[in-house]
């Protein structure tokens, strides 16, 4: 029987927080749809769909100062208010507009501070230990919706309801998670009992360890922004199947092994675990060369499952417990700044491929090839669970 282990108050409120956050955001998923059938190519597509990353990742690496003393609520609030905004704004657009890239930069920036916000509130209200199963069970809560928000997007729209309904769904869910912050205690640096130095982000990045990491963290992210960019119209236009089929399927297996498996997921080897998963991503990957039934369709999401419920909470926790305590913060904010940049350069280069050899196919293979060179590199690194992520922790504190 699955023990759920109890974590302070305010884990649980920014958590619904954060759940309804990701309902509306994960409306933008159907985005590229709305975007093709206003005449947009998919160098285009991959252009508007993943400027937000360029100012994210920009907002990421500010926050990394920016932390040091403020109130962690307030600025996940101030997070909020920019994309309640922001995606009041998608409601202006009816064709391929000029100021379409100005929405999208403002949706960084609001992304940005919310999602670094609310995991450094996590983060900082566990202990070390605990912060892989903690972000699991966190990321459930986002995780979740990149298969109620599509399917549910996907049905109001073959129902006849244009975009903009969506646009307001996402409006009406970003409230309710602006409304629970003021459920929330203050959090500040000194109140998480942590005590912040100014120190070099090229600390970090000096230790070998900790730069395998966020290199694999890069391809990690590219491999995600091509399946949300991409995949979709892929579908659409390869099968005819309901690509909903294959984000449900990911999303159940990512909550079961979420759910029932983090513990194990938790004390298993690191360097050998996040392999096995890029190894299943990279399957993944190549059994999209394959396009046929229903049961291809939620294969794929069943690896992707495995893949995406694996990374994501392992790296994360990792990244973030290889630096000294604190540093953190800083570290969160960098694994963010970098998985999305990995989201953007991929998305942006592959979009181009994409339309020079008409075919989506050499976008999915390139990324087969990435993750099985990420799965080598981390597999050939020493397993820095236990005394050697502290002999780093140690090296970085010293410099």
Wanted: net charge positive.
């Amino acid at each position: 029987m699955m023990t759920m282990r109890k974590y302070a108050p305010i884990f649980y409120c920014v958590s619904l927080a954060n759940l309804c956050f990701f309902l509306g955001n994960s409306f933008f998923i159907l985005l590229p749809v709305y975007l093709k059938n206003l005449g947009a190519t998919e160098t285009y597509i991959g252009i508007i769909n993943n400027l937000d990353k360029v100012f994210l990742i920009i907002a990421a690496f500010a926050l990394g100062s920016l932390l040091r003393g403020h109130d962690r609520v307030r600025m996940l609030r101030q997070g909020y208010v920019v994309l309640l905004f922001t995606y009041g704004a998608y409601l202006c657009i009816d064709s391929l507009a000029w100021y379409i890239p100005f929405i999208r930069v403002l949706h960084g920036i609001g992304f940005s501070i919310a999602m670094i916000m609310g995991t450094t509130i996590v983060f900082e209200s566990v202990n070390p230990e605990d912060a892989t199963e903690a972000i699991g069970i966190y990321g459930i809560t986002g995780a979740i919706t990149n298969a109620v928000s599509p399917a549910a997007g996907e049905l109001l729209l073959s129902r006849g309801c244009p975009h903009q309904v969506l646009f307001m769904l996402s409006c009406a869910f970003i409230a309710a998670s602006l409304a629970l912050t003021f459920c929330m205690p203050r959090v500040s640096s000194e109140q998480s009992g942590v005590r912040e130095t100014r120190s070099s982000t090229g600390l970090l990045f000096r230790q070998p360890a900790f730069a395998v990491y966020m290199m694999a963290t890069f391809i990690f992210g590219g491999g995600f922004g091509i399946i949300i960019t991409f995949l979709p119209n892929f579908i659409r236009t390869d099968t005819a199947l309901n690509y909903s089929w294959f984000f449900v399927t990911y999303t159940a297996v990512l909550i079961g092994m979420r759910l029932f498996f983090m513990k194990r997921i938790a004390a298993a080897r690191t360097n050998l675990l996040v392999a096995a998963a890029f190894f299943a991503g990279a399957v993944m990957n190549m059994l999209l060369n394959f396009p046929g039934t229903v049961l291809w369709l939620v294969t794929v999401g069943i690896l992707y499952g495995i893949t995406h419920g694996l990374l994501y909470p392992v790296l994360n926790a990792h990244v973030v417990n290889l630096a000294p305590p604190q540093e953190r913060g800083r570290a969160n904010a960098l694994f963010s700044a970098v998985f999305n940049g990995g989201m953007m350069a991929f998305a942006f280069g592959l979009g181009c491929v994409i339309d020079y050899y008409r075919n989506y196919l050499a976008a999915f293979n390139v990324c087969a090839v990435a993750s099985l060179a990420a799965g080598v590199m981390i597999a050939l690194l020493h397993d820095t669970k236990g005394a050697d992520a502290e002999e780093c922790r140690q090296s970085i504190s010293r410099k």
